[in-house]
């Protein structure tokens, strides 16, 4: 199952793909030096909660809903920064905690 992320600004990139609900995922996100994305947590099913496992080292990270976030990579810092996000959710066939953790790298 892939992932959807909305586009923030056209300096983002982002991809992934999440397994079902109780299974861990990995992102990648690409963009510039204080640049922000925006990206829903799409699996088939309902997020029934959601929130910041790890907070990135070089940006900042928002939760604005239930299953979109915000991220901002920090003004002038150009390299890599790490988050994790942990959703919990129902879907059609498995439900359970899932693990996204989300690798940036900013320009």
């Known amino acids: 199952m892939s992932v959807s992320f909305a586009r923030a600004a056209s300096d983002c990139s982002i ?7 109780g299974e861990n995922s ?9 640049g922000s994305c925006l990206f ?3 699996m088939r099913g ?7 496992s790890q907070k990135p080292a ?3 990270l928002k939760r604005l809903n239930i299953s979109t976030f915000e991220y901002t990579a920090k003004a002038r810092y150009k390299g890599s920064d790490t988050f994790v996000i942990k959703a919990t959710g ?5 439900s359970g905690t899932s693990v996204i ?3 940036a790298t900013i320009k």
């Open 15 to 21: 991809s992934g793909t999440l397994a079902d609900w």
């Open 101 to 103: 953790t989300v690798n």
């Open 26 to 34: 990995t992102g990648h996100i690409d963009l510039v030096s204080g």
């Open 58 to 60: 070089h940006g900042k």
């Open 90 to 94: 129902q879907g059609p066939t498995a």
């Open 46 to 52: 309902t997020v029934n909660a959601s929130e910041i």
């Open 40 to 42: 829903p947590i799409r």
